[in-house]
């Protein structure tokens, strides 16, 4: 869906080297999540950010940051990517009545 | 922490049957839950959705069925078409929290 753009759509790089994913909404949305999928976990919260200069970490933070210096863009880094972040990435903002996740559609990241 | 499993991780149906997808839930205190379908190489995508006032809700061939008293949630697709292969996975919300936990997944496989 156009208001959620992940970029790369797939990439890939190799051990110890820093990663950063792009996530850009075009809704003006406070709220941004950046999820990781991998078969047998389902999708697992790593960092989230209530607005702008909040950001906040979530079950599998680690080797994960992220920067919320505009409303419309939450990029994901890892600093020093290790071969068990390979992985899909998923960027979510909220929508709907009841504020469901909205999902963007994903990159395919692989560390090699 | 809550834990949101599915019971059956694929189910393979004829074109044209009922599909039935259940998922359980932990955390009695969850309030809101969702159903997403995810098409290879696509992010998550609403399907629908229910709050625990409810223990049914319908949509476009779509049924969601809640039973809190065993945490238990299901969803069943009528007259399933090959369009709706796909993994389908629920989850769940507490309180006010912006954060679902998610289930990890049943792969439906249509067959027409």
């Known amino acids: 869906d156009a208001e959620i753009t992940q970029s790369p759509r797939h990439k890939i790089t190799e051990t110890g080297r820093q990663v950063t994913l792009a996530c850009h909404q075009t809704?003006?949305?406070?709220?941004m999540f950046w999820y990781r999928q991998d078969l047998g976990h389902g999708l697992r919260l790593i960092h989230y950010?209530?607005?702008?200069?909040?950001?906040n970490k979530g079950e599998v933070s680690d080797g994960y940051s992220v920067s919320r210096s505009n409303t419309e863009d939450l990029p994901l880094t890892l600093e020093s990517a290790a071969s068990s972040q390979t992985s899909v990435y998923f960027c979510?903002?909220?929508?709907?009545?009841?504020?469901?996740?909205?999902f963007g559609p994903g990159t395919r990241l692989t560390v090699l | 922490g809550e834990s949101v499993g599915l019971h059956l991780p694929t189910l393979s149906v004829q074109e044209g049957d009922n599909s039935i997808i259940n998922c359980a839930y932990s955390?009695?205190?969850?309030?809101?839950f969702i159903w997403y379908k995810q098409e290879s190489g696509k992010g998550p995508q609403f399907i629908i959705d229910?709050?625990?006032?409810?223990d049914k809700r319908q949509g476009q061939r779509v049924t969601v069925l809640l039973n809190k008293t065993v945490k238990h949630l299901s969803l069943q697709i009528a007259a399933t078409q090959p369009g709706d292969s796909a993994v389908y996975f629920c989850?769940?919300?507490?309180?006010?929290?912006?954060?679902?936990?998610f289930g990890r997944g049943t792969s439906l496989i249509v067959h027409p």
């Open positions: 989850a769940s919300r507490a309180g006010g929290s912006y954060i679902p936990t």
């Open positions: 809704w003006n949305h406070n709220n």
């Open positions: 950010s209530y607005g702008v200069q909040d950001t």
């Open positions: 979510a903002r909220l929508a709907g009545s009841y504020n469901e996740q909205f």
């Open positions: 955390n009695s205190a969850s309030d809101y």
């Open positions: 229910i709050r625990s006032n409810m």
